[in-house]
C-alpha cells in the first residue's frame, strides 16, 4: 500500500513540476510501471479531488484560469476548423476545451488547451493522423468553446472576429 501511496505522490511531483503536458507512456517510463498503472492511479487521484486533465498532447494539472473566461457558443463545418482555431489564438485566446450536446449522453466535454499556433498545427494534425471525428459532428456544428484571454477587451476582440468569419452562433441561426 505504501508503494502505491508512493507512486500517486511522484505523479503528483513529475505533473506539478510540468509546464508541458506529460503522456502516460512518459509518465510510465519515469517511474517503471506501465501505462495501464499509470491510468489506473491517476483515476483513483481524481477520485480524490485532484484535478488532473487529459488532453491530447498528455496529463496536466488543472490549474486557475489565466486571466477571464467565457463561454462562446459557435457553428461550422470541420473544414473550418484551423480558422476558428487561429482567429482565437491569433487574437490573444486560448481554447480550453469544447462542449457538444448529445441527446443521449448529454453534455460531452474535451479539453483542448489550445494556446499558440504550435498548439494548433498540432491538434490538426493529430485529428489527421487519427482518423477521429470531431465532437461537432454529433451536433451539426453547433458546439461551445470556453475560451480564456488576459482582459475583457481581448475576449470582446475575439468573438468580433468569429463574428465577422461567420462562425459565432448568431440569434438568427438559433433554433
Known amino acids: 500500500?505504501?508503494?502505491l501511496e508512493n507512486l500517486e505522490s511522484r505523479i503528483l511531483k513529475i505533473l506539478e513540476k510540468s509546464g508541458e503536458p506529460v503522456t502516460g507512456q512518459q509518465l510510465a517510463e519515469m517511474l517503471g510501471v506501465t501505462r495501464q498503472t499509470v491510468v489506473q492511479h491517476?483515476?483513483?487521484l481524481r477520485s480524490r479531488g485532484y484535478e488532473i486533465i487529459s488532453t491530447p498532447r498528455g496529463y496536466i494539472m488543472g490549474r486557475s484560469p489565466k486571466g477571464f473566461r467565457r463561454l462562446i457558443a459557435v457553428k461550422h463545418g470541420i473544414e473550418?476548423?484551423?480558422e476558428e482555431l487561429t482567429t482565437i489564438v491569433q487574437n490573444g485566446g486560448r481554447v480550453v476545451d469544447v462542449i457538444v450536446e448529445h441527446p443521449v449522453?448529454?453534455?460531452i466535454r474535451g479539453n483542448l488547451n489550445i494556446s499558440t499556433m504550435d498548439d494548433v498545427e498540432r491538434f490538426i494534425a493529430s485529428m489527421k493522423s487519427s482518423e477521429a471525428v470531431p465532437l461537432l459532428t454529433l451536433s451539426r456544428g453547433i458546439?461551445?468553446?470556453?475560451i480564456e484571454a488576459d482582459d475583457e477587451e481581448t475576449l470582446d476582440g475575439i468573438v468580433q472576429a468569429l463574428e465577422k468569419k461567420g462562425i459565432?452562433?448568431?440569434?438568427?441561426e438559433k433554433g
Request: glycine share 10%; charged share 30%; no cysteine.
Open 80 to 82: 473550418d476548423i484551423r
Open 143 to 146: 458546439h461551445l468553446h470556453t
Open 105 to 107: 449522453y448529454g453534455e
Open 42 to 44: 491517476v483515476a483513483l
Open 1 to 3: 500500500m505504501a508503494r
Open 168 to 172: 459565432l452562433l448568431g440569434r438568427e
